[in-house]
């Protein structure tokens, strides 16, 4: 327990702050809150895939759910914004528990079918004969809930909670557990644990955190197409920066993110034509040479890393 | 409108088994998951294009060139990434996100060399190497044109890309079958270990296994201007997802289950055209789940699973 | 005496503080913020639209400047871009970006609906006026909206009146009584089908519409849509979707040797040297197409005429693989009605400037037509023609048939 309280005061506290604090001083709030959504998705996919080793390609059919979910709440029911963001967490947790059917699947296969699920998703939500359901391929355009000092706060609240749920599974029996069926699942079912329960608990936790990202980057943005909140790109980018910072731990993907989609916005600003080309130069080099991440090599020099 | 449907489809999916065919043996022998493989058959694409409009080379001889090319290209790219790869702790994961980046990089480059306009090689020119072939088959002079099959008329491209794909999907299982070359590579594709402790240099099996791949890949995308449309820089990604549905509905490691696989697609496809429009793109991805749930191993494989 | 001394020496001094004032505020430059996308799937759309833009502000600056009524004087534009390379997170923080740190002064949208529609809600939650290039799409022009004008394209739902006026008026004359309509499910094709069909019911006239399907955008294959529309016997068939899919539906129109009496595609109008590069003349020979402001020399009243702008453009951009169309003409207007505004708003404040374009609407004659908006802000006029096309070598030449006033030649029907 004293552990857990360390954690939360280095950690989730200064975090939190410091995105509570910067929008004062640095008006592009919109990147804030870029900054946010990615480091809540890059701790989505390490829930999943640093504690279990289930690598979800198609982390972003939780976003898009989310995202949807909150949208026709707000656009068939007029719900209230948080009325709505529970309606989006709830689609994102629905999907998962669909999708538990895959785990019977073994690494590769699984990551493929999570990517053709999510697409399929993603296909089901932009058919144009939804239009009156979902609005098809014609995109959402929310009007009366637009209010981005609520939603950044509402943000700020997600972020603080999913911090501390994966403080909390760093530091629990629950979170061994999950590192032990990662590690060799036959042996932790030997050892008493209950694999394809707390697999599936940390799965729909996962979801639960794409869904309440993706509910509150709708509220945020307001308009979007469907390829915007179904872009495999949030998929990749959260991988990635969970992978750079290091799975199974806490800071990790924060690290990655901070230093990581630092950079994107730095050079995506000044030099444009060669950002694909650095971006994936840069992925392919961490995974040849750093696949444990930038808290492997603070692992090395000694350094204990929550 | 049905027998057209069945038909084309039967074309389109031998095209697509084509395309899975290269990722399929990779898949196979290394299990690694090539994410690049669609921007290999979108260079191989953009060579045929460039030897067309440089040297006004036919696309036919063009496959020849094409693939020893990228045979080639695979053999160091395979040493340089996949035995550091092996070494971690998931490859088959990382494996993912390390092809994914090849795949931008591949991307980039080719933006950066190409543009993004979109390219097309004119249909003709396949006809035109049908109508050769044909003329000296039958003595007299072909038209060059849409072809007749059973009544009902295409394109002469999908004709010569459904005839390429039979036979490189021949090639291929003779190679697996009959050549020694293509036995030891079936040992690594059931067990990589007990083939290391053989005696069998894996490393060198598999290397040439990749370039095969890539060489095929780019095979696919010589036809690709023909039977896509047209070509562009970005085009890599989706046809890497849908290629995954075709080897995953046939199974791993087996030619003849990517041909079943890219004929299911093909057919299905073709009758979501017709009849429901609007939903053909769903297809590939519900299909890819529900064999992924109902028979992981493909229609044609063996049990595949993990506790 | 003193007093009157002191007191003429305040008058004296408040009358020149008054009329120095104006020029002593007037800023320095007039900074414009847009975002462009070098790569991505709307680059082809977008690298046109921004250079034309582009070479308007060079010209300007080289003059010294545009001349802004509010200060009275001439004072030079300063360009501030960032790519967005056709990625609408990135173009949300981005146009942020323009609004909050930049301060940019006038906000200038990407091309196309997409690359637009992200940023309709931040300009309106910054109070800026969106000054929207070629972003078509209907649902953007919203009565309580103000902080939104279209510049350069007719809006979607307005776009094909041309198209379908021409089928419903002249058509049962030729003989076309059956059409079908093939189109790609999103914003801007999408909305443009729903006109096409909307004013082809309307028109009480003998058509009827024989198919009507939507199709994925991403469809590149359309063998077995073509003969299932052949099977449904149409006297016009019209296609629409991007150019990619108009590229691929030609071909396929082509090799599996079907001849429909009536083809009709938007792209070979609006980007025709990419069209005649992938399908060839002979593919394009007798398809119906818009005329684009490219093609026809409007009668100009103000900034070059399009033989004067193709010119300086070639000689900018000649040797880039930028090509010359439609969407370059589109960056060019929005610079010319940038212009005319800033000389007739009394200030810089957005919904000033609001006000000085509208008083352009129906006045402004430039070469992409004339400039018409109605209440929402959404493009009225600028309307492009139908025509058709003929081939001549490796090229086409356009053949304008509808309006009847603007037409240079009669349609060809059924297709020889």
């Known amino acids: 327990m004293p552990k857990m309280l360390h954690h939360v005061t280095l950690i989730l506290l200064p975090v939190v702050a410091a995105f509570a604090i910067l929008p004062t001083v640095y008006s592009n709030h919109l990147l804030l809150f870029n900054f946010m959504i990615f480091i809540m998705l890059a701790q989505g996919v390490n829930v999943i895939y640093g504690f279990t080793g289930y690598l979800p390609f198609g982390y972003v059919g939780f976003f898009g759910a989310g995202a949807y979910g909150f949208s026709l709440m707000v656009i068939h029911l007029q719900a209230s914004p948080l009325v709505a963001l529970a309606a989006g967490a709830a689609a994102a947790v629905v999907l998962g528990l669909t999708l538990t059917p895959l785990f019977r699947l073994s690494g590769a296969y699984f990551s493929i079918a999570n990517l053709a699920a999510a697409l399929a998703v993603f296909q089901v939500v932009s058919n144009p004969n939804l239009e009156s359901l979902t609005k098809g391929p014609y995109g959402i355009s929310l009007s009366g809930v637009f209010d981005p000092t609520f939603a950044y706060g509402a943000t700020l609240a997600i972020l603080g909670a999913t911090l501390g749920l994966v403080i909390y599974l760093r530091n629990s029996r629950f979170g061994m557990a999950l590192q032990a069926i990662r590690e060799d699942s036959i042996s932790a079912g030997m050892a008493g644990i209950n694999v394809v329960r707390e697999r599936i608990i940390a799965w729909l936790l996962s ?13 945020y943005v307001s308009v979007f197409y469907p390829e915007t909140v179904f872009s495999g790109e949030f998929t990749i980018f959260a ?56 808290v492997s090599l603070l692992r090395q020099w000694g350094i204990n890393v929550p | 409108m049905l027998v057209y449907s069945l038909l084309a489809g039967l074309l389109f999916g031998l095209y697509f088994s084509l395309i899975g065919l290269g990722l399929n043996l990779v898949f196979g022998v290394m299990r690694i998951v090539n994410l690049a493989h669609g921007d290999f058959l979108m260079l191989g694409a953009f060579l045929a294009f460039w030897l067309f409009t440089l040297i006004s080379l036919n696309p036919i001889p063009a496959i020849f060139i094409v693939f020893v090319v990228f045979a080639i290209v695979g053999l160091p790219l395979y040493y340089l990434l996949v035995p550091r790869l092996l070494r971690a702790k998931d490859p088959e994961m990382l494996s993912f996100i390390l092809f994914f980046g090849l795949s931008q990089v591949i991307e980039a480059l080719a933006t950066i060399a190409f543009g993004t306009s979109e390219r097309s090689i004119p249909g003709g020119e396949l006809g035109r190497a049908i109508v050769a072939v044909a003329s000296l088959l039958t003595g007299h ?104 549905t ?16 890219g004929i299911i697609y093909g057919v299905s496809y073709m009758f979501m055209q017709s009849y429901y429009s609007s939903w053909a793109n769903l297809l590939p991805y519900v299909l890819l789940v529900a064999i992924l749930l109902v028979r992981p191993s493909g229609l044609l494989g063996r049990q595949v699973r993990r506790a | ?77 300063k360009l501030v871009a960032y790519d967005d390379q056709s990625n609408t997170a990135t173009a949300a923080t981005l146009y942020n970006q323009l609004i909050t740190q ?84 999103n914003d801007f ?75 009709f595609c938007i792209y070979p109008g609006l980007e025709t040297e990419l069209l005649e590069k992938n399908v060839g003349s002979k593919g394009l020979n007798y398809v119906f197409t818009y005329v684009p402001s490219s093609q026809i020399a409007y009668q100009s009243q103000f900034g070059m005429s399009l033989n004067e702008y193709e010119a300086a453009w070639q000689q900018k951009y000649g040797n880039t693989n930028v090509e010359f169309g439609f969407n370059s003409v589109a960056g060019y207007t929005t610079g010319l009605v940038l212009e005319k505004a800033l000389a007739a708003a009394t200030s810089l404040d957005q919904l000033e400037l609001r006000k000085a374009i509208f008083s352009l609407s129906g006045n402004l004659k430039t070469l992409d037509g004339t400039f018409a908006l109605d209440e929402a802000g959404a493009q009225i006029g600028e309307i492009t023609p139908l025509g058709q096309l003929i081939a001549e070598g490796d090229h086409v030449k356009f053949v304008t048939v509808w309006p009847h006033d603007v037409s240079t030649g009669k349609p060809i029907y059924p297709r020889p």
């Open chain 1, 239 to 294: 991988i990635v920066f969970a992978l750079f910072g290091g799975n199974g731990t806490v800071i990790g993907p924060i690290l990655g993110v901070v230093i990581l989609y630092g950079i994107y916005n730095a050079v995506g600003i000044s030099t444009p034509q060669y950002f694909q080309l650095i971006y994936g130069a840069l992925i392919m080099l961490l995974v040849l040479f750093l696949p444990n991440g930038l």
């Open chain 3, 189 to 263: 094709t999408g909305t443009q089908a729903n006109a096409v069909r909307k004013f082809i019911k309307e028109s009480n006239s003998d058509v009827d519409i024989v198919f009507d399907q939507g199709i994925p955008t991403e469809t590149s294959s359309y063998t077995v849509l073509l003969n299932n529309i052949k099977a449904s016997n149409p006297d016009a068939v019209i296609h629409l979707g991007y150019a990619s899919n108009d590229i691929a539906f030609l071909r396929n129109v082509q090799d599996s040797g079907i001849k429909f009496n009536f083809v």
């Open chain 2, 246 to 261: 075709v080897i995953v509905i046939g199974s791993l490691g087996k030619p003849l289950g990517t041909l079943l696989g």
């Open chain 2, 141 to 244: 002079h072909v038209e060059n044109g849409p072809v007749d099959i059973f009544g009902q008329t295409f394109p002469a491209a999908w004709v010569a890309s459904g005839i390429a794909s039979g036979i490189a999907v021949l090639l291929v299982y003779v190679y697996l079958y009959r050549t020694r070359l293509g036995y030891l590579t079936r040992a690594v594709m059931v067990h990589r270990e007990e083939a290391i402790a053989t005696g069998i240099n894996v490393h060198r099996v598999s290397a040439i296994a990749f370039g095969i791949g890539l060489g095929l890949a780019s095979v696919a995308g010589v036809f690709a201007p023909f039977m896509l449309g047209s070509i562009t820089p970005a085009m890599g990604v989706e046809v890497t997802v849908t290629s995954f």
């Open chain 1, 207 to 219: 979801a639960l955190i794409a869904g309440l990202a993706g509910s509150v980057f709708a509220w």
């Open chain 3, 102 to 185: 930049d301060k940019v002064d006038i906000l200038i949208a990407d091309s196309g609906s997409v690359l637009t529609s992200v940023a309709v809600p931040i300009a309106r939650d910054h109070k800026m006026l969106l000054i929207n290039q070629t972003g078509t799409g209907a649902t953007f022009f919203t009565p309580d909206n103000p902080y939104i004008v279209l510049m350069a394209d007719p809006v979607s739902s307005v776009w094909p009146k041309p198209l379908a006026d021409f089928i419903t008026h002249d058509g049962p004359h030729l003989g076309i009584k059956r059409v079908a309509i093939l189109y790609a499910t």
């Open chain 3, 1 to 77: 005496m003193t007093r009157h001394a002191i007191f003429a020496g305040l008058i004296a001094s408040v009358i020149s503080v008054a009329t120095t004032a104006p020029a002593a505020d007037a800023p320095k430059e007039i900074s414009l913020g847009t975002l462009y996308a070098s790569s991505g799937r709307f680059a082809s759309i977008s690298m046109p639209v921004h250079y034309g833009l582009k070479l308007w502000i060079d010209q300007k600056n080289a003059e010294g400047g545009v001349f802004v009524k509010a200060f009275n004087k001439k004072i030079p534009l």
